[in-house]
């Protein structure tokens, strides 16, 4: 993996990061309304899910594999 792509990953990351942080806030928002829309509230947790997959995938392309 070059530096370039080490970075452009890096700031792929920090962009999911923040949009994960954003719909945990609009999710506990949603969950604490007086009539939540239970649909797009889980419209929502399963946004919230692919992008922690998509996560967790980057960073394991970041780290590099340590053989023990």
Do not use: G, W, Y
Not at 31 to 38: E, N, T
């Amino acid at each position: 993996m070059t530096d370039e792509d080490e970075r452009e990953l890096s700031a792929e990351l920090a962009r999911l990061q923040q949009e994960h942080r954003d719909l945990d806030a609009a999710i506990d928002a949603l969950q604490h309304s007086p009539a939540p829309d239970l649909l797009r509230l889980q419209r929502l947790k399963k946004r919230k899910l692919q992008l922690r997959d998509r996560i967790a995938f980057i960073e394991d392309q970041i780290t590099p594999d340590i053989i023990a």
